[in-house]
């Protein structure tokens, strides 16, 4: 029996701004081609950003800035 070979994984978290997402993508896109699956981590507020975001997967998490309340 062989086991199928797997792509390594590579998470980005990233959120809030496009000064996070447009940098956290053009390595998610270098990332891809070289055959990574790629899985993305963001907030609310960064999802906005990522609509072609190269993501195999994502995650939306709750969070906020250090002065909400």
Avoid: C
């Amino acid at each position: 029996m062989t086991s199928s070979p797997t792509k390594p994984l590579v998470v980005i978290a990233a959120g809030g701004t496009g000064g996070h997402m447009f940098p956290a993508q053009a390595f998610a896109d270098e990332m891809r081609a070289r055959g990574w699956t790629i899985a993305l981590v963001t907030d609310e507020r960064g999802k906005k950003y990522a609509t072609n975001f190269p993501a195999d997967w994502r995650l939306e998490v709750d969070a906020a800035t250090f002065g909400s309340k």
